[in-house]
């Protein structure tokens, strides 16, 4: 059985693509089966692996919308042990037609199910929102991990998506916990950021991953390669932190 991980935040720009793409190439890379599922209808992880969009059937839309097998839609990418359940624009509808479903917040748990048995690990990428695709990712996973960004406005959504979280394990999903939260965009020679990491560590007592990851212009350009930054860069910084983020992760999981 597949330990499933969602990477989510509410707030767009904070990195949360980048760390769901980097994660799942990490734990490939550590012989770890692997399946990064796409929930964002932006698709970026799905450019982010090098896979093309345009005319791409079936979609993780079809798999939770119109009940295709998860393994049809399922795509190899440029690691062996890591494959991807894509996403397009499609997916922009599905938060409305979700809404007269049964089942709405099940969806995505119940298509995961016949293909959890193939990998290791599964790792979800959310849209930048609390709707309703994020919580189909909350109910069908079981440890969440958080990207926070390293700046002013970081830690007000938080308290926010938090609350959530809670509520869908009272509600929907026993099994959810936070497995941590991950600083990103990281610049150590700013003040603010010192004080951000500071407050977060003084408010979330080990819940902190030790892996930051920095500010680095080889992990912006990495997505437009359409690949993990192992891939583009092995010996840059944000690789080296990615790298210590996934053996955090494997840690957790023993």
Known sequence: MALRLTVVNQKGGVGKTTTAINLAAGLALAHRQTLLVDLDPQ???TTGLGV???????????????????????????LSHLKLLPSDIDLVGAEIELV?????????????????????YIVIDC?????LLTINALVATQRVIVPLQCEFYAL???????????LVKERLNHEL???????????????????IRE??????????????????VRL??????????????LRSSGSVAYLELTREVLQHAR
Not at 127 to 131: K, T
Request: proline fraction near 8%.
């Open 100 to 120: 007269g479903l049964e089942r709405r917040e099940f969806r995505l748990r119940d298509a995961l199910e016949p293909v959890d048995a193939a990998y290791d």
């Open 43 to 45: 698709g970026n992880a």
């Open 220 to 233: 912006i350009e990495a997505p437009s390669h359409g690949k993990p930054i192992m891939l583009h860069d």
């Open 52 to 78: 093309e969009k345009t005319g791409l059937y079936p979609t993780i839309y079809h798999v939770i919308l119109d009940g295709e097998p998860a393994d049809k839609a399922v795509r190899p990418t440029g």
């Open 199 to 216: 407050e977060v560590l003084r408010h979330f007592p080990g819940q902190i991953f030790e892996a930051v990851i920095p500010r680095n």
């Open 156 to 166: 007000e959504g938080l308290a926010h998506l938090l609350k959530t979280i809670k």
């Open 127 to 131: 849209p930048p929102s609390l709707g």
């Open 177 to 195: 916990a936070v497995e941590g939260i991950v600083l990103t965009m990281f610049d150590g020679r700013t003040s603010l950021a010192l004080q």
